[in-house]
């Protein structure tokens, strides 16, 4: 099932994309999309719903963050080979985990803005997973029952304020409007293999990635088993699993975002994401 929240900021309601890919009413089921939507009763009950009888959203409605009530939103770091190498670094011998920080959840369509002082401001097109039920020290074989669905994020990061600024790569990654999840939380049951998924992105109309998660260095399944050796997952967490070849700073010469850009990006199966880029002018 594709989930996901549509209404103005804060004020987001629960709907579903039925098979024609309208929107329509879950409000009847649920109030929102957030960890308490994932409890067993709750999610069986979601399911049970067949989204043709469902009420249709009538009104044009701006499509929100794919799920609310986050408690964290987790990364990882040069998770594919040619990514890696793009940008100088040695592939990983495990996965190297960072933060987000959850003011940079955005809307899908929601405008990009730069902050102040940014140059070097740069696109990634992830894969997102999204925790269902509490998880620690989960075993990998055992892992993907703990995940309840998928969505597109784009990890926009600031690459000076990542690499060059001293300390950790939170203060190029976390800066508001710098996570846009959605447009859907696509249920678990609907993405039988999530290691082959196209991904790609474009910036002004111009490819600039193209990857498969078949790539990845590392997969979910060895992704959420090794983050819950270090921390306890809880339902609603955003994990973002790394991004194919392609970013700004790969470039030669290094390409990054400026206002007036225009990001486009999706995943097989799960939607796409457009993305206006503005400056902070406050």
């Not at 926009?156 to 990542?162: A, F, G, K, L, V």
């Not at 999840?181 to 474009?202: C, K, R, S, Y």
Request: glycine share 12%; aromatic share 8%.
């Amino acid at each position: 099932m594709k989930l996901v929240r549509y209404g103005e900021k804060g004020k987001e309601r629960a709907g579903v994309i039925d098979a024609e890919g309208r929107l329509r009413q879950l409000v009847d089921f649920v109030d929102d999309i957030n960890p308490g939507t994932f409890h067993p009763k709750n999610l069986d009950r979601i399911l049970e719903q067949d989204p043709e009888g469902l009420p249709i959203v009538k009104t044009e409605e701006r499509i929100g963050p794919c799920i609310a009530g986050s408690q964290k939103f987790l990364a990882i770091g040069l998770n594919y080979a040619d990514h890696a190498a793009e940008t100088g670094a040695t592939p990983p011998s495990e996965p190297i985990l960072f933060t987000k920080h959850l003011n940079c959840v955005n809307g899908p369509y929601d405008d990009v803005i730069l902050p102040r002082g940014s140059v070097k401001s740069d696109w990634e097109v992830e894969l997102g997973v999204i925790i269902g039920k509490q998880a620690k020290y989960v075993k990998e074989g055992q892992a993907l029952n703990y995940v309840a669905g998928y969505c597109v994020v784009n990890d926009i990061s600031e690459r000076e304020y990542q690499l060059e600024r001293q300390g950790q790569w939170m203060k190029g990654k976390s800066c508001d409007t710098f996570g846009p999840i959605g447009p859907w939380l696509v249920t678990a049951d609907e993405v039988p293999d999530p290691q082959n998924l196209n991904l790609w992105l474009d910036v002004n109309g111009e490819r600039m990635q193209t990857g498969n998660t078949a790539t990845m260095i590392f997969g979910v399944e060895e992704i959420v088993a090794y983050t819950s050796k270090f921390l306890t997952l809880m339902p609603g967490d955003i994990i973002a699993t790394g991004t194919p070849p392609g970013v700004g700073m790969g470039k030669k010469p290094p390409r990054y975002l400026r206002a007036g850009d225009v990001m486009t990006l999706g995943i097989d199966g799960l939607g796409e994401q457009r993305q206006r880029v503005l400056a902070d002018e406050g």
